[in-house]
């Protein structure tokens, strides 16, 4: 088993991402709200009573998956790359995964 942690950049295109992912046989994905520190530091005012400055910053979404193996990462990652374009260029998203060496409470949930 393996984890893959994939940050996007963009979350307009974060539909179109599981749907590929699942179309490669990736089951569940936990998907959190993120920011980056460089994307902090382009956007923090050091006024904190202003109100919504931290609302309205751009965010990331972070998707976490586990899946069975380096094949799936791959698919992933191809699937990933064809909506987002090329991770090596800005802006786009990081993708990285490892392996799952303790699990627990995943039953029959994880991957193909």
Not at 79 to 91: F, K, M, R, T, Y
Request: with cysteine; aromatic share 6%; charged share 20%.
């Amino acid at each position: 088993m393996f984890i893959i942690m994939f940050v996007l950049d963009n979350p307009e295109k974060l539909s179109e991402v599981l749907d590929a992912w699942e179309k490669v046989g990736v089951i569940g994905v936990t998907i959190l709200e993120s920011t980056g520190l460089q994307r902090l530091k382009r956007t923090h005012v050091p006024m904190r009573f202003l109100p919504g400055v931290y609302e309205e910053q751009e965010n990331h979404l972070t998707l976490i998956t586990l899946v069975q193996d380096e094949a799936l990462i791959t698919a992933c990652l191809q699937a990933a790359e064809s909506i987002v374009g090329d991770l090596d260029n800005p802006d786009t998203g990081i993708f990285t995964a490892w392996p799952a060496t303790h699990m627990k409470g995943i039953g029959s949930r994880a991957g193909s």
